[in-house]
């Protein structure tokens, strides 16, 4: 499960400005009117354009300002996949959302798509019955709209200013023809979308002193923005001996490609976890989708065991469960790192790992998609360190490799 919105929620848009301008690209009338009374429902959204494939919304990108884009992935003329690039050509800045129903196909596409810049993913509900009684899909959606569209306007605060209207005898400007490019090649570079800068917190950052130890299992905790990250740091972790623990904010199937992912691009061998499996060194286990995934200790081995147990900070699988139990089964030799990602989870489950003598590294602001995850933690004081992404898998490198205290 994503996470939803609650106490969560990103703030409302600063008073004064419009609210924040969303397109909706789907090929199926019924789908973007869903989507759009669904994101309309909240009074700081209104949706200015929705049309019905990736073409349309490159053209209408040309001559509207607009803070974030519903992509659906598979459209006529063309799909969402090969409209993305053009798209971020055009604004840099405009936050795209990638909507696609859970299969193991469109799972894939997604992440390809996070790859290539999309800000982020949301599941659809696999049928127009399921998405229209589906109240949590429509409130993770308005939650992660906002969200990005807060980013977009940080990035560019052009956006949210107020937009002239057309008056009767205006000549509108030339609309610009772009040549259908069907059959585009997705791109497989590393491109982080531009992340959220909210305004600073008052005071610095206090930092705790990194433990002399070489930690015995290595967690890390994301989510908004997470994939990109995740394959950043993990690829410089291919050598590292501990076992490695991944909680991300993903529905199921799109975890099983995750991990997938992960053993293709990073040389990290990584799967799912499995109940009762014994956790081993030098593998990577993800939480499945809709599962905490937590540590437990049967005939002197660390195993791992998928609950059912409700979600917590609106999450399952959630960081802070899988925190606490990698504590009661390892102590204090624990490198806990939370990369971006919207809310706070992982916050109390670090504070139990610091108590415990372990260690906490969080992802800078900068370099984060939505800095709540990681602000929560650094701004908590439970970290050694706060890093740029690009340095974060070297660090940990350096801290697992190191000689055991």
Not at 15 to 24: H, L
Not at 228 to 250: R, W, Y
Request: with cysteine; aromatic share 4%.
């Amino acid at each position: 499960m994503n996470e939803l919105p609650g106490k969560t929620a990103p703030s409302a848009a600063p008073t004064g400005t419009e609210p924040y301008r969303v397109m909706v690209v789907d090929d199926s009338a019924v789908i973007r009117g869903l989507l759009t009374r669904s994101l309309e429902g909240d009074p700081e959204v209104k949706v200015v354009a929705s049309v019905a494939n990736g073409q349309m919304a490159i053209n209408t990108l040309q001559r509207q300002s607009i803070d974030v884009i519903v992509l659906d992935i598979e459209m006529p003329v063309l799909d969402g996949l090969s409209a993305l690039p053009h798209l971020l050509a055009i604004d840099p800045h405009v936050k795209i959302v990638m909507a696609s129903t859970l299969t193991a196909k469109n799972a894939d596409i997604s992440l390809r798509a996070l790859k290539a810049g999309a800000a982020d993913y949301i599941p659809k509900p696999s049928s127009t019955r399921e998405l229209t009684s589906a109240d949590d899909f429509k409130r993770e959606l308005t939650s992660k709209v906002k969200a990005l569209a807060m980013a977009a306007r940080k990035a560019d605060p052009r956006k949210g200013a107020p937009h002239p209207v057309a008056t009767p005898g205006t000549v509108p400007l030339p609309r610009p023809v772009v040549t259908p490019v069907p059959n585009v090649a997705p791109t497989t570079s590393f491109t982080l979308p531009t992340p959220i800068r909210p305004k600073p917190e008052v005071g610095p950052i206090s930092l705790r002193p990194l433990p002399e130890f070489r930690p015995d299992i290595l967690a890390i905790g994301s989510s908004t923005g997470g994939p990109q990250a995740l394959f950043e740091v993990l690829s410089h972790l291919k050598d590292v001996k501990q076992p490695i623990l991944i909680t991300q904010h993903m529905p199921a199937t799109f975890t099983t490609i995750l991990a997938e992912h992960i053993t293709r691009q990073c040389g990290v061998q990584c799967a799912e976890a499995k109940e009762g499996e014994v956790i081993v060194g030098g593998r990577a286990y993800v939480a499945p989708g809709d599962f905490h995934m937590l540590v437990v200790q049967r005939n002197g081995q660390n195993c791992l065991t998928l609950t059912k147990d409700p979600p917590e900070n609106f999450c399952r699988p959630a960081v802070d469960p899988m925190l606490r139990s990698i504590v009661r089964a390892y102590g204090k030799r624990v490198l806990v790192t939370i990369l971006t990602g919207m809310g706070h989870d992982g916050q109390r489950g670090s504070e139990v790992v610091v108590a415990a003598g372990g260690a906490v590294l969080g992802q800078d602001e900068p370099s984060s998609v939505v800095w709540g995850m990681p602000g929560a933690v650094a701004n908590a004081g439970l970290c050694s360190a706060v890093l740029p992404l690009k340095e974060i898998g070297p660090y940990i490198r350096k801290i697992a490799l190191r000689q055991a205290a």
